[in-house]
């Protein structure tokens, strides 16, 4: 009886099989979706008027899609709305509240309010979304919550304590938000906790922290308290490797893209350092780049300042 039960089961199963369409047994045929970059548009030229920029190192963007550049040889920040055009700018040279000294990496927080790494004047500085003036911290010196040159700042979407690139002390170092010093890590040297060149960082959506060392032409990745978690990066002229990883992104997603400036391309790799793709061809087309340094990638867009041309640059990836 139950060989009889087994016999009819088996059967039944071989006539469903037979119905179902030839294409879900030959996976051969399926060809899977594949991502590629397309260009979007370009804004800005050299100069030091409105809308035109001085060796532009960093953009970023608010909640609305508005853009803000690190106009960083016109020691100012501009700010244009999503399809380019001037809304606004502020700052001079100086070292007073709100004025920079070489502003390099702009940042904006969940509540729209825009964080600059004002590099030569050693300190970070808080504006809201018009430039007024609300905060700063830091100072020169090698203590903890001083810098030595910061030449990036991530901040923590969990909590928004911001973490810096304090590039001349070989270190990173974390604040809350009102800029309260909480913990650092990092000296000079070629280890696992050690940087020569920390040239940029950033923080993605569970508070991981990615730092790319431009000296040792390599990108580490540490826990929210500072542990090792993973690190890469070759030195080659192949797709998963470059030349001079200059700035690094992190989109909503937690997916990284390095700028190569080098070798004119753009790298995007997984959360655990798997090469995706890369993009970027150098010539005097809109969507050419020359020496891509500045990048940010926000849920739909791709950014990059082109810091030679005073422009910046816009794609997107769609699968196809």
Known sequence: ?????????????LILSSCVPPDIF??????????????CGTFG???????????????????????????????????????GAFLLSWGILGSGDGQFNTPIAVKSDSAGNIWVADTLN??????????????????????????????????????GNIIVADTGNARIQ?????????????????GNYQFFALYSIDVDHLGNIYALDVAHKELKKFSPEGKLLRKWGQVGNNDRE???????????????????????????????GDFILKFGEQGGKPQN????????????????????TGSIKIFQTVLE
């Open 289 to 308: 780049l020359q020496t891509p340094v500045g990048i940010f990638a926000d849920k739909t867009k791709i950014y990059i300042s082109d810091f030679n």
């Open 242 to 272: 470059w030349q001079m990883p200059f700035r690094l992104t992190v989109d909503p997603n937690g997916y990284i893209y390095v700028s190569d400036p080098v070798s004119v391309k753009i790298l995007k790799f997984s959360p655990q």
């Open 174 to 190: 974390v604040f809350n938000s009102k800029g309260k010093f909480l913990r650092t890590w990092g000296e000079v040297g070629t």
């Open 122 to 159: 050693n300190r970070i500085q808080k504006f809201d979304s018009n430039g007024k003036f609300l905060m700063k911290f830091g100072e020169v010196g090698i203590g903890n919550g001083q810098f030595q040159s910061p030449y990036d700042l991530g901040i923590d979407p969990r909590n």
């Open 45 to 83: 030229f050299p100069g030091n008027l409105d809308g035109q920029l001085n060796s532009p190192y960093d953009i970023t963007t608010d909640k609305y899609g508005n853009i803000y550049v690190a106009d960083t040889a016109n020691n100012r920040i501009q700010k244009f709305n999503p399809d």
């Open 1 to 13: 009886m139950k060989k009889c039960i087994v016999f009819i089961f088996i059967t039944f199963i």
């Open 26 to 39: 030959e996976p051969e045929n399926f060809k899977p979706l594949t991502e590629k970059v397309v260009f």
